[in-house]
């Protein structure tokens, strides 16, 4: 219900935008079992870069948790994503090996260089804690919305790939972003008019990144 959830109406109410984030044909091709092996291998050297930079911007996400929020289990929820990627980076390098991918021979993308740029915007300038969780929440969910869909149904997708698609794709993480969800929302509807609108716009700038970060992952 739309009155309940402010980040569900801006879902359907960018609805275009959202399904080019979470139903790329970078997706759709890992899902149809059709993607180029070295479409994936360029994806994750890639990502790895980009995590390398999500770490601060988490954290900052957490500390603005600490300062701004009055409800405990926030910083507990936005603790555990922290936490969990310092896993996530020895998963990278992990997968980087089984393929090949030399990590420290990676630079990175116009697209990649631009979102990183956006993610340290959070960590410099005064943004507030509503629209920090905001941007949270979408980058987390575009990719749980993308991979589990790679896992569900009648998919095809390559045995090589399922480990990356679960990582993003499994239920426990789908919760752990349903959580994120339950954050930006209760924020949301506390804030101010500016505030709110704010927080739109960078829901829609998430998915815009997503959707060029697809692009380059996808393009040669
Ligand atoms: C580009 N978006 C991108 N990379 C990620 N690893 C995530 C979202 C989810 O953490």
């Known amino acids: ?26 997706i759709l091709s890992i899902r149809d079992g059709t993607v180029d092996f070295s479409s994936f291998k360029r994806w994750l050297g890639q990502d790895y870069i980009f995590v390398g ?11 603005k948790s600490w300062k701004e929020s009055e409800i405990k289990s926030d910083m507990e929820i936005i603790f555990g994503g922290a936490a969990a990627l310092s896993d ?20 990175p993308f116009t697209a990649n260089t631009e ?18 969780a905001t941007a949270f929440w979408a980058i987390e969910t575009v990719y749980q919305e993308s991979f589990s ?6 998919h095809k997708t390559p045995t090589e790939l399922l480990g990356t698609c679960q990582r993003w794709g499994n239920s426990d993480f789908g919760q752990y972003c349903k ?42």
């Open 179 to 220: 959580s994120l969800q339950q954050i930006a929302d209760r924020c949301i509807k506390k804030a101010t008019a500016d505030v709110v609108r704010e927080a739109e716009e960078v829901f829609v700038s998430v998915l815009k990144h997503e959707i060029e970060f697809w692009n380059m992952s996808s393009s040669e």
């Open 1 to 26: 219900d739309n009155e309940q959830s402010p980040t569900a109406t801006w879902q359907a109410k960018h609805r275009e935008l959202y399904e080019r984030a979470t139903r790329h044909p970078f």
């Open 88 to 107: 996530e980076l020895s998963w990278f390098k992990n997968e980087a090996s089984k393929w090949g991918v030399d990590l420290c021979g990676i630079t």
């Open 149 to 154: 869909f790679c896992i569900e149904g009648d």
């Open 53 to 63: 930079e999500f770490v601060p911007f988490v954290f900052s996400v957490l500390l």
């Open 115 to 132: 979102y990183c740029r956006f993610l340290q915007s959070f960590t410099t300038l005064d943004i507030n804690y509503t629209v920090a």
